[in-house]
């Protein structure tokens, strides 16, 4: 089946480490997107890149970073530099076209050591 | 620029009594719209979408939204509701552009009463 698999379901951090979020599709979308989403928050968008080797900031950039080496794979790198990183991140993909809708993954919920 | 606003943060209802849930949106061109639903630490599945074609829209699990171009309104409604539609849904809007970039909702989030 077609579909986005997140990586790992729960992580956790501790103060001053980088840890990286695994988002593969095998839905061959163009278009990648990451997303932030706190309690009773809708979902804000981090980064996101239409194709391999182009991301642009999303509304909440700071703190994260991503890569886009295979159009299969988008994942996200939260820095030390977040200093409230615990939510729940949710990875998306979509073909093209604005009528598209995006196809999200499961989430991986990272907390705070 | 587009934004949409849900203008209920919780909904709760019995068991086989119908839901409402409401969505307003503001966009500068035609949009494309969809509704979601999240079931708790999961992510998000798509319900249904208008894509301008007919303005009544049947989705998943019984549901429908009905596009409302003179009130930018796109209400989500099932006429009889099950414990299973317990969730957070949310309303989102695709503009009219080439990065695909959604709005979404603060979201509602639906109790079911036995």
């Known amino acids: 089946d077609g579909g986005i698999t997140q990586s790992p379901k729960y992580l956790f951090r501790k103060e001053g480490q980088n840890v990286t979020l695994s988002c593969e599709q095998n839905?061959?979308?163009?278009?990648m997107y990451w997303y932030r989403q706190d309690p009773g928050q809708g979902l804000r968008l981090i980064y996101y890149?239409?194709?391999?080797?182009?991301?642009q900031k999303g509304d909440i950039a700071e703190g994260y970073s991503v890569s886009r080496e295979k159009k299969e794979s988008f994942p996200l790198t939260v820095t030390s530099a977040q200093k409230n990183p615990t939510a729940f991140y949710l990875c998306a993909s979509t073909g093209r076209g604005g009528w598209q809708p995006q196809h999200f993954g499961d989430g991986t919920r990272l907390s705070i050591l | 620029a587009q934004s949409v606003t849900q203008l209920d943060s919780h909904v709760s209802v019995s068991e086989g009594t119908p839901v409402l849930l409401r969505c307003n949106y503001s966009s500068s061109y035609s949009p494309s719209l969809f509704w979601y639903v999240q079931h708790p630490n999961k992510g998000l599945q798509l319900l249904l979408k208008?894509?301008?074609?007919?303005?009544l829209v049947k989705g998943i699990n019984g549901f429908e939204a009905e596009f409302k171009k003179s009130e930018t309104s796109f209400h989500l409604t099932k006429p009889s509701a099950h414990m299973s539609d317990a969730a957070e849904y949310f309303c989102?809007?695709?503009?009219?552009?080439?990065?695909?970039?959604?709005?979404f909702g603060a979201g509602t989030t639906v109790t079911v009463r036995a």
């Open positions: 208008y894509t301008s074609a007919a303005t």
């Open positions: 839905l061959n979308h163009d278009a």
């Open positions: 989102v809007v695709s503009p009219f552009s080439n990065d695909y970039k959604l709005s």
């Open positions: 890149s239409q194709i391999v080797n182009d991301f």
